[in-house]
């Protein structure tokens, strides 16, 4: 399916002007500059309970210009308005409608079910710039040997979509950097369809740390991320979103990952070591915060050789 023009799509809500509401892409050409077909794009946006958001991450997926691409909402048992948004624009997304399972199995049911070449996640409260589509193909294309395509993400408050942002990531990709901040973030990023093929999906049982989970273990299976710069994504920071409060299990969660690092024989005995430092300092935070949060069980193994 081709992306719809502005005119095509409902008119936004009063006030609402800027970038998806009433700007939108350039339409592509057919083919790209060296005749070849631009290739399929997936994307896949787990939606629950985002009435208030869902609307403007729709169309910021529509208004790409693109040539052919497939949108899928899996929504996961929503109970506010967030389906009736979704039926505004009917005609150019999919949606799928499944009992409450989780962010993470609503993500993976899109991976499974979409057969774009490359494929994306977005959040039902986050936002693609325009042009992504377009940056995100040509960077696939003239990057091939790359399976993850990573570009810039931007940070805003509420809605509040411009500069200032609250924080902006657009960095190579490298395991030491991940092991101390998120380096990369699925806002503006592409997988090839071969990451789901061989079998790489979203972690079900993971509510909070998902996302840092799936980028190591795309990492520790061998595939190759690259940077492309000009393919944006925007993070909307809310008083909603799960990582506005502390939650203990989200600290868990983090703990879990780092913890199984230091296991992990594919890296490095030095990236092993820091994984060992990252995890004392994870606990003595947690510790801090909640101390029932993590086991005392646990306490030896910071300090056991690596």
Same mark, same amino acid.
């Given at each position: ?140 294309? /003239? ?136 995890? /004392? ?26």
């Amino acid at each position: 399916m081709r992306s719809p023009t502005l005119a095509m799509l409902p008119k936004p809500p009063a006030g609402r002007t800027g970038w998806p509401w009433t700007e939108e892409s350039q339409q592509l050409p057919d083919l790209m500059h060296d005749g070849r077909p631009w290739p399929k794009i997936g994307i896949v946006t787990p939606l629950y309970n985002q009435e208030g958001f869902v609307e403007e991450t729709i169309r910021s997926v529509l208004l790409q210009g693109y040539p052919t691409y497939e949108y899928l909402i899996v929504n996961d048992g929503s109970t506010d308005g967030s389906l009736a948004v979704v039926e505004k624009y009917s005609d150019w997304v999919k949606c799928i409608t499944q009992k409450n399972a989780g962010q993470s199995a609503a993500l993976n049911r899109g991976f499974r079910t979409t057969d774009g070449e490359l494929i994306g996640w977005q959040n039902s409260d986050d936002c693609y710039g325009p042009d992504n589509f377009k940056e995100g193909a040509l960077g696939a294309a /003239r990057n091939p040997d790359y399976q993850i395509y990573n570009g810039t993400t931007c940070g805003f408050q509420d809605n509040n979509m411009r500069p200032p942002w609250l924080f902006e990531v657009s960095e190579e990709f490298a395991q030491a950097a991940l092991l101390k901040r998120m380096c990369v973030m699925n806002q503006s990023m592409l997988f090839r369809r071969i990451v789901f093929e061989q079998g790489v999906f979203i972690e079900e049982h993971l509510v909070y740390a998902m996302d840092t989970d799936f980028f190591w273990r795309l990492s520790l299976a061998g595939f190759r991320y690259k940077l492309l710069p000009a393919m944006v994504g925007y993070y909307r920071q809310h008083a909603a979103a799960k990582s506005t409060s502390y939650k203990p299990r989200a600290d868990m969660e983090s703990f879990g990952i780092t913890r199984w690092l230091c296991r992990d024989e594919r890296l490095s005995p030095e990236l092993r070591r820091e994984a060992r430092s990252s995890l /004392r300092r994870h606990f003595l935070m947690s510790f801090r915060r909640a101390r029932r949060s993590v086991p005392r069980k646990i306490v030896p193994e910071l300090f056991l050789p690596i």
